[in-house]
């Protein structure tokens, strides 16, 4: 409501008491040139007219004050909600967490400018958050699908790209600024002590390298006939190419593909600076 604000009322004050005041003059000027009133008469009702004027211009004013004391105050309140909430909001990632904590935020947030933006991006949101939760049971039916075909296939890795990109951080955080994993697998355990002397070497070249696993053991994983280097992002393929490169420097005689390997999609739920050496039979 245009009222409900102190300072728009404070305005219309002011604007009525200049009316007023215009009016009055012009009434004031228009007897006195028509001689229809007594001068006695005439200074009492320029009295009353003073005293209105007087009474209305000290209300409009407190009002101003007042309104500037609530400004000011409201300043105070999302000043300490920024401090309160600053540590949380820095925590968020995907769009599920965007979506919860902008409707908390929604609640809790002052009256005022800050609650209605807050509305404003929840309702934006709920919209694409709709969408994602359409996408996420889609994802769920296609799983379903003991024997798929090409297309459901092709359906299901198109699916679960609009799902990583929207379960993505607002920012995506710079590769130079943390140390790039390298994944190490094995095809069997006769590779691992080939693997301890590639994980120190890597260590010493500034890539953490978190463990060793032998899927060889696992029948659901798929073995390369080469021993392959895989990235998952774009922007990674010169990281990529010197893990390539140093894989092959420590192992000449290995066989391995032409080139890193980049897997489709948007990173696939992996964190930034994500590698992963796959060594063949």
């Known amino acids: 409501m245009m009222l409900s604000n102190t300072g728009t009322v404070s305005l ?10 215009i009016i009055g003059l012009i009434i004031a000027i228009k007897n006195l040139k028509d001689k229809t009133i007594e001068l006695e008469r005439l200074d009492r009702m320029i009295d009353l007219f003073k005293y209105t004027i007087v009474s209305i211009a000290i209300a409009t004013v407190t009002l101003i004050i007042t309104d500037l004391f609530k400004e000011r105050e409201q300043d105070v309140k ?25 409707r908390y935020l929604m609640i809790v947030a002052p009256n005022g400018e800050l609650k209605k933006s807050w509305k404003e991006y929840y309702d934006t949101l709920k919209i694409e958050h709709a969408n994602y939760l359409i996408l996420k049971e889609k994802s769920k039916a296609l799983d379903t699908i003991i024997n798929p075909t090409p297309a459901q ?4 890795a198109k699916v679960n ?4 990109q929207k379960e993505s951080p607002l920012v995506s955080v710079s590769t130079s600024l943390i ?6 697998h094995i095809s069997s355990e006769d590779q691992r002590g080939q693997a301890n002397v590639l994980q120190t070497v890597l260590q010493n070249e500034n890539f953490q390298v978190p463990g060793i696993e032998n899927i060889g ?3 659901d994983r798929y073995i390369p006939a080469k021993t392959e280097i895989r ?4 922007e990674e393929f010169s990281e990529a190419l010197r893990l390539f490169n140093i894989v092959r420097s420590q192992f000449p005689n290995l066989t391995m593909s032409p080139a890193p390997v980049k897997i489709p ?7 930034p600076g994500h590698f992963e050496v796959w060594l063949s039979k």
């Open 265 to 271: 999609g948007n990173g696939r739920g992996t964190r």
């Open 217 to 219: 053991k696992r029948g």
């Open 153 to 156: 296939k092709i359906e299901k």
């Open 179 to 184: 140390l790039p994993r390298a994944y190490l």
């Open 231 to 234: 990235y998952y992002r774009a």
């Open 78 to 102: 999302e000043l300490e909600y920024f401090d309160k909430y600053a540590q949380d909001v820095k925590k968020v990632d995907g769009l599920e967490e965007r979506f919860q904590l902008s």
């Open 12 to 21: 219309i004050l002011y604007a009525a008491l200049i009316g007023i005041a």
């Open 161 to 164: 790209e609009l799902i990583e």
